[in-house]
């Protein structure tokens, strides 16, 4: 038994060193090591040994297997290596060859301005509050001084999802939400989305940015309303920059105000941009409606407050002499590169 593993061992040695694929090597293995394989057939008989024969048989055996095992392993590794240094000559790669040009992407106007806006605020010490843009009634029109069939409604064609939640038609939710949970005083801006059922055209679009603050707090007058939207006015547009205030209505303030400025195109004089007039509608603000601060749990008669918005894709427009909205919607690279 002694000299049939040595020719097994032999064997297998000649036998896998010829072998040049792994499809060879496995079935070489199996005709050596398998079930069926020379070597278990040796060991198989080794019930007919000795006591004394069995120990020294069985050690050679698997000196046998151990020694088979190996040439397979290192067949293996070099068949491994081979086929990587061919893989690596088929995939040769040029690098002298001109790479393609990535396409860098580019801040839009509206991010730009945005950005610029929320340093100003932050600079006179206000946060930035966020909120739900699919958004209750309840935060969107009623707590505002708006009820249910109020025809401010109608005038901002709102998106219902059914009767009591709409995607929000102004960033005020966020205000009330603010009002509710968080300590007075309150000093903040809301910038975000918006949403109303407008026919997309050159100054209309059923998605726009809003930017709206709110200050609450002992004392607060239309004089501090005043002089802040006065100082973020300046830093936006120049130093020259005049301001004015037009009576307004508004549900959830009173009194009400339109801000208006004068034009950055002409200084006033009257152009195009503002159709002779020589100021632009800017901003709507006033002192925040007593009803509204109740409807928070807001003592009107200890608190006072204001509140502003203003649609920032009209600020961008205005700035940049862009007279299409659907533009800053469109994600042209070519457009947006001349910013």
């Known amino acids: ?34 079930k069926k394989g020379e070597l278990t057939k040796i060991l198989r008989g080794m019930g ?38 061919q893989k690596l000559k088929n995939e040769v790669i040029d690098i002298s060859m001109p790479g393609k040009k990535q396409i860098i992407g580019h801040r839009n106007p509206l991010d730009i301005t945005l950005r610029k806006t929320e340093d100003i605020f932050l600079a006179m010490g206000f946060t930035v509050e966020d909120g739900p843009e699919v958004e209750y009634d309840k935060y969107n029109f009623e707590m505002l001084n708006i009820p249910k069939n109020h025809p401010a409604r109608g005038e901002q064609d709102t998106f219902y999802i059914d009767d009591n939640i709409v995607l929000r038609t102004q960033t005020s939710p ?17 910038p ?4 109303r059922s407008d026919a997309a055209d050159a100054t209309h679009s059923p998605i726009f940015y809003q930017v709206e603050g709110l200050v609450v707090d002992k004392g607060i007058t239309f004089a501090d309303m005043k002089g802040t939207l006065e100082m973020y006015i300046k830093k936006m547009f120049g130093e020259n920059v005049k301001t004015k205030f037009r009576p307004h209505h508004f549900p959830f303030t009173e009194p009400s105000a339109e801000l208006d400025i004068s034009c950055f195109a002409c200084g006033g004089d009257g ?26 749990g807001i003592d009107p008669e200890v608190y006072s407050g204001f509140a502003f918005g203003v649609g920032l894709d009209r600020i961008v427009m205005q700035t940049l002499g862009i007279d299409d909205i659907r533009q800053l919607y469109e994600s042209d690279m070519k457009f947006l590169k001349q910013f």
């Not at 966020?174 to 809301?190: E, G, Y």
């Not at 195009?272 to 009803?291: A, L, Q, R, S």
């Open 192 to 195: 975000g989305k918006v949403y």
């Open 1 to 34: 038994m002694r000299e049939k593993l040595e020719e097994i061992k032999k064997a297998a040695v000649i036998e896998l060193k010829e072998a040049v694929s792994k499809e060879e090597l496995e079935s070489l293995k199996i005709k050596f090591l398998g």
């Open 271 to 296: 152009c195009t941009v503002c159709k002779g007039e020589g100021f632009i509608e800017m901003y709507g603000c006033g002192m925040v409606h007593p009803n509204v601060l109740r409807n928070c």
């Open 48 to 85: 007919g040994l000795s006591k004394e024969e069995r120990p020294e048989i069985g050690k050679i055996a698997n000196e046998v297997r151990e020694k088979i095992e190996g040439i397979i392993s290192e067949g293996l590794d070099k068949i491994k290596q081979i086929e990587t240094e």
């Open 174 to 190: 966020v205000q009330i939400r603010t009002m509710l949970n968080q300590k007075l005083p309150i000093k903040m801006i809301s």
